[in-house]
């Protein structure tokens, strides 16, 4: 304690307090427990956040408490195993105030909300700090000092394990040459990063690994990580399997001590080795760490910053190549699109996501890709989105007619009505498109919005949507080569199908009056405009067009059933054909993946210069 009185007498105490290398090696040597606590908040920033923010964590611990929700109950369940042992944590005081941090953490931060571990290191927190100040530990340690550590897939754990790998290649060479697969290594090591050494190490040596984390940060892991494969080197390099290496470093760590400490813990990793084998020397925490610093301290933290950029594109890049295959293995199974075409059509998708994610305006589209979510959820589009892969992918040419088949299908596969699909809804209607029932299927069940979900069977359809229906009919054979063909058939299809609704309203009128008054029913002529039809018409219709497609009349009870539709057009087989011909969507991918930017593009200019328009020649 002298010593250190000695230091802030001559370089000051508080924010001020110069960094020398002296206060380096009186923090490796250990902070003595009356100055702990302060010494962190200092070391950590989080003294300027508690200054900054007067009344916060009081407001955060009003607004959570008393809150039931899935993350409320893992902190719940967690509770009674932060560091048992310790008498602090065997009363409902320190419990309560453990409960009371985690909690109003996860309120302020939801993205993380609450991860394990998370629970071991407030505890220690709350053993040197007061709770307001633990809670802005935790915030420095969370949001600062270890960036994406405390999340479902914890990637900032996974990139220091992935530098660990390389700094034992350059700092440890024979010992990576022994073990050629150092990711066994990195594995047992992820504990030592996530929980700072508390979990594996006992708690009076980890406090002063704590200590030297919150002078230099992951640098201080990093070599004090070194420093205990060097200690174990030898018997890492015997070891025969990775089960005798974990026990190796097991056994050391359990007989690493402090002054504090003067022997290993009952009960620890030890008791698992047979009698007859030899005692594990015990290790002064003080020595290690002082090792780890003379050996491993050159390492500077903007060679640690750069080594972690590095290694995180390649944990992303692995993570995303993960999350593909999943993707493509629940998928697969269901869709009649090759292997190979949906992993282009999956970079498609992805591709449009994150186009909008770092070109549109800051908003909900940023938030979309949740690695919480299942696999086949993580990326979703909006109605728009899908619009501009349908006109990219979509088999059928529709000219002026794409958007609105576009915005039909999107509402179809928007089951939930959140405005988002993921993957496998996109691809389930290019998937869907050899079976021609199915498209048949989808086109009445979206004309017809249907409100009752749980319904099974369709409803029939109106006069008004089955004109629709045909108008979306004739717009796919835009451009196809049997074109005159296909329109000659749809034009006798829907005069039967007139016929067939012509006939089942006549029997509803009929029934109708029947049971008002008792009249028989007239058989009446058709009308002129039944007659008429097929007659070419105006309103600036082409005379194909208005051929297939009359002016709606007095609706009545006219419908129509998907069966008789069905019925309708396997009566025709140039319609069959063109609804079962083979889909090669190869053509539709390429073209896709050279246009899909500047599709983009000049959506963007158009929405960027609302003023600018085109003149009609």
Request: charged share 25%; with cysteine.
């Amino acid at each position: 304690m002298r010593l250190w009185n000695d230091h802030f007498v001559e370089y000051g105490r508080t924010v001020c307090m110069f960094r020398t290398e002296k206060i380096r090696k009186l923090v490796a040597m250990g902070i003595p427990e009356s100055l702990r606590g302060k010494l962190w908040l200092l070391f950590s920033d989080a003294v300027t956040d508690l200054a900054s923010h007067p009344g916060y964590y009081g407001n955060l611990v009003e607004e959570s408490m008393g809150k039931c929700c899935l993350v409320t109950e893992e902190i719940e369940r967690d509770l009674h195993r932060s560091l048992p042992e310790h008498p602090a944590f065997q009363n409902e005081t320190g419990i309560a105030a453990l409960r009371r941090v985690l909690t109003a953490y996860a309120h302020r931060n939801p993205r993380i909300g609450y991860c394990q571990s998370m629970n071991i290191l407030t505890s220690l927190l709350l053993l040197y700090a007061e709770e307001e100040e633990a809670f802005w530990l935790l915030v420095a340690v969370c949001e600062r000092m270890l960036p994406d550590y405390f999340n479902h897939r914890v990637i900032g754990a996974q990139v220091d394990q992935s530098v660990f790998e390389e700094l034992i290649k350059e700092q440890l060479p024979e010992l990576a040459e022994h073990m050629h697969d150092l990711s066994a290594l990195a594995s047992i090591s992820l504990s030592w990063f996530l929980t700072l050494f508390l979990s594996i190490m006992p708690l009076e040596s980890a406090v002063n690994v704590v200590d030297c984390f919150f002078y230099d940060g992951i640098k201080a892991i990093f070599q004090l990580g070194l420093a205990v494969l060097e200690a174990n080197a030898e018997d890492l390099c015997s070891s025969k399997d990775d089960s005798q290496a974990l026990m190796v470093l097991s056994r050391f760590l359990d007989h690493i001590k402090s002054e504090d400490s003067p022997g290993p813990r009952p009960g620890s990793h030890h008791a698992f080795f047979s009698d007859g084998q030899e005692p594990c020397p015990v290790t002064d925490i003080a020595d290690l760490i002082r090792d780890s610093y003379e050996k491993f301290g050159d390492q500077s933290v903007a060679q640690i910053e750069h080594m972690r950029c590095k290694h995180r594109m390649r944990v992303l890049q692995g993570h995303e190549d993960t999350t593909k295959q999943n993707v493509l293995r629940v998928v697969i199974p269901e869709v009649s699109v090759l292997p190979e075409d949906l992993e282009e059509l999956y970079d498609l998708f992805k591709r449009e996501h994150m186009m909008n994610c770092y070109w549109e305006q800051p908003g909900p589209v940023a938030l979309r890709h949740d690695p919480s979510r299942p696999y086949t959820e993580q990326y979703r589009i909006d109605g728009r989105q899908f619009a501009r892969l349908f006109q990219l992918v979509s088999p059928w040419t529709c000219g002026a007619h794409t958007e609105i088949l576009a915005e039909r299908t999107f509402r179809l596969l928007d089951e939930n009505m959140d405005h988002l699909i993921e993957f496998k809804a996109f691809v389930s209607c290019l998937g869907d498109t050899v079976d021609y029932q199915k498209q048949l299927k989808q086109m009445i069940k979206d004309l017809a919005k249907e409100k009752d979900k749980t319904e099974k069977e369709l409803p029939k359809m109106s006069q008004r949507e089955f004109i629709q229906f045909c108008k979306t009919l004739y717009s796919m054979f835009h451009e196809d080569p049997e074109e005159n063909d296909l329109y000659q058939a749809i034009a006798t299809v829907t005069t039967l199908l007139l016929q067939i609704g012509e006939v089942g309203q006549r029997g509803s009128s009929s029934g109708s009056c029947s049971q008002e008054g008792g009249e028989e029913p007239q058989a009446s002529a058709p009308s002129p405009e039944q007659d008429s039809v097929f007659a070419d018409t105006h309103n600036g219709k082409s005379p194909r067009e208005s051929q297939v497609f009359p002016e709606e009349a007095a609706q009545g009870d006219w419908t129509v059933s998907l069966e008789h539709i069905l019925a309708s057009l396997l009566t025709e087989q140039s319609l069959v054909n063109f609804f079962e011909k083979p889909l090669d969507i190869k053509p539709k991918l390429e073209n896709a993946k050279i246009n899909q930017y500047s599709l983009k593009t000049c959506e963007m200019s158009r929405q960027s210069q609302p003023e600018l328009k085109l003149s009609s020649p």
